[in-house]
């Protein structure tokens, strides 16, 4: 079956926070999101998606005018706010993203095993290695972890956090009154751990989760990530702006995996999409232009500094691209691609911004729920997928035409569910619940 994830937030696209019907969050309207999870939950969704970044961006111009006025402000707290959606939802998984770069593994592995407890086997961990200086001035650095170390730091908390899960066995509490025997001491593990970044004695404080661990997402696409996400990821969240080329990465994913001695079932790739539903294709096309319409060219290039920690605004607008692929020290393998692209169609550095605003080189199909939908799984069917993140343009709060007339159209189709089977998210996307490592 085909798996489906929703991306939380007000719109992926630059210009969808100035729709009309736009519901803009700022990051922090409750009761909207809440109404988004119940209706991703009602359409018999996988899982809520819930990103994050850990500063205001100040790449463009040095300053934070350019980012605080087009938008790429207000990000809610991922944990606290999955916590908060377990508890209005019953079925639907809660992912949220986690910073290897800027989180300890203790706190944080106690946070997703909790969630996981409250919602009875529904959560997921965004593991990300952060992108920017700005993020990095948060938590005491002049600067941001190079691309080599902040994945080398990104395994090594991966495997503690995992540890940490397995610190405190499933069957330590017994709870003989009478013995009296509160716990078994055998089913408690100090692991001692001493590596690069961590040092950490454990065992956990909180009981193992329902999952065993919850369920690893990974995203990205450079060749750093490749080689973490062959071992640790189990969902994967990637940019493949053309069916060939997630064919081609599927492949290599799953057979990085076998190398790892991972089945590849047990890694499923789902890229994002961005689309844009209309009830005619003229009405989608409509729709699209005028979403376009909405995005200025400082917006663009605010977001793309930021996202390669490079200042755009010494370059001339209405120049051509300056190849910076060797200058990027954030989002690597998605930027290559994009000024590789940009380059060789000549576009000014100005339209490659409005490009990439709309989309964030997402694929963005244009068309009726039918057409849309026989994408889907034309790319599911050609082994390019397991299935898609669906980032919205924009929240609208009174309809979701994906939601209301692809989703159907899936189900007709036979390649998504009807309802929910009984079990926790690992059993929903068919993924096996880890052994413990010290039972």
């Known amino acids: 079956m085909m798996n489906l994830a929703l991306y939380l937030d007000s719109g992926i696209h630059q210009g969808g926070w100035r729709h009309p019907l736009a519901a803009t969050t700022g990051g922090s309207n409750w009761p909207l999101y809440r109404k988004i999870a119940q209706r991703a939950e009602a359409a018999k969704l996988d899982m809520i998606f819930v990103a994050d970044k850990l500063a205001i961006d100040d790449v463009y111009g040095g300053h934070l005018a350019h980012t605080v006025q087009h938008r790429q402000v207000g990000w809610s707290e991922p944990l606290t706010l999955l916590a908060a959606l377990a508890a209005v939802t019953d079925h639907i998984g809660l992912g949220g993203t986690v910073s290897a770069s800027y989180s300890e593994p203790y706190t944080t592995a106690r946070q997703l095993a909790n969630i996981d407890h409250i919602s009875g086997g529904r959560a997921a961990w965004n593991v990300v290695t952060s992108l920017t ?24 908390f991966i495997d503690v956090m995992k540890a940490l899960w397995d610190s405190f066995e499933e069957d330590a509490l017994v709870v003989e009154k009478t013995t009296p025997r509160f716990a078994d001491p055998a089913r408690f593990h100090r692991f001692d751990h001493q590596g690069e970044s961590f040092d950490i004695q454990g065992p956990l404080n909180l009981p193992r989760p329902p999952q065993g661990h919850p369920v690893v997402i990974q995203a990205g696409v450079s060749d750093a990530f490749v080689d973490l996400a062959a071992q640790h990821a189990e969902m994967l969240f990637v940019v493949q702006p053309t069916r060939e080329r997630a064919q081609q990465f599927y492949r290599t994913l799953k057979e990085r995996a ?64 300056p190849d910076l692929r060797e ?11 994009v000024i590789a692209h940009a380059i060789e169609q000549k576009l000014t550095l100005g339209e490659m911004a409005k490009r990439y605003a709309e989309s964030l080189s997402f694929p963005s199909p244009v068309g009726t729920a039918d057409h849309i939908a026989q994408q889907m799984q034309d790319w599911y069917q050609q082994q390019a997928c397991d299935g898609f993140v669906i980032l919205p343009t924009y929240i609208d709060e009174n309809e979701d035409l994906f939601l209301e007339h692809v989703v159907p159209r899936l189900q007709a189709a036979g390649v998504f569910r009807q309802t929910y089977a009984p079990g926790t998210l690992r059993d929903r996307l068919g993924l096996a619940k880890p052994a413990n490592r010290f039972h």
């Open 133 to 156: 200086h700005a993020e990095a001035r948060n938590f005491g650095r002049s600067q941001h972890f190079s691309h080599e170390d902040r994945y080398r730091r990104a395994a090594e």
């Open 258 to 321: 076998q190398h790892y001695h991972r089945q590849p079932d047990q890694l499923r790739i789902l890229p994002g999409l961005v689309p844009i539903v209309g009830h005619s294709e003229q009405d989608a096309r409509d729709r699209a232009e005028y979403l376009k319409s909405l995005i200025t060219v400082e917006s663009g290039l605010s977001f793309v500094s930021a996202s390669m920690n490079i200042d755009l605004s010494q370059y001339p607008v209405d120049g051509p691209v």
């Open 327 to 337: 200058q990027i020290t954030g989002s690597k393998g998605r930027f290559q691609y």
